[in-house]
């Protein structure tokens, strides 16, 4: 249940990080495709998709126009693939709790995550410290549900 409670963290910071990571876990079979439609993860322009997806987040966040992630449909997004991914990642007979574990981290580190950028930000600039986070969050994604990629065993 730890990397649904991890990868739930990673989902209060980027919304669509958890569906990349989970599409390459799941292409280099560091997770079975249990879940519907993650057997469409499987597909090359898929996986693409769901990294151009996470991409774009990552680009849009740098920009002075870009919502804080806490407004309503921010939070809606990174519940749902917060579940999805915590789903995965869960044992095979505790998805539902590993989805529940996964949306309560995403929701309060969005709400944690939002205090320490506006913190950094003012000492580092918008930009710095998104690309710092972004670094931080893509890491820790991939090594939360691709954990061979991490291992010295790998």
Do not use: C
């Amino acid at each position: 249940m730890l990397r649904s409670f991890l990868i739930g963290l990673v989902a209060g910071q980027r919304g669509m990080t958890p569906l990349a990571v989970i599409a390459t876990a799941t292409r280099r079979q560091e997770i079975a495709p249990h879940l519907p439609l993650q057997e469409l993860m499987l597909n090359p322009i898929i996986a693409a998709g769901t990294a151009a997806m996470a991409a774009a987040e990552m680009a849009g966040d740098k920009m002075k126009t870009a919502p804080d992630r806490t407004v309503p449909i921010g939070l809606a997004v990174r519940s749902v693939t917060a579940a999805y991914a915590g789903a995965a990642l869960a044992p095979r007979d505790k998805r539902v709790l590993g989805a529940v574990i996964a949306v309560g981290a995403a929701l309060a580190s969005s709400h944690a995550g939002l205090a320490a950028r506006r913190w950094s930000m003012r000492r580092f600039g918008q930009t710095g410290t998104g690309f710092v986070e972004d670094a931080i969050v893509f890491g820790s994604g991939l090594a939360v549900s691709n954990p061979s990629l991490v291992s010295h065993q790998a």
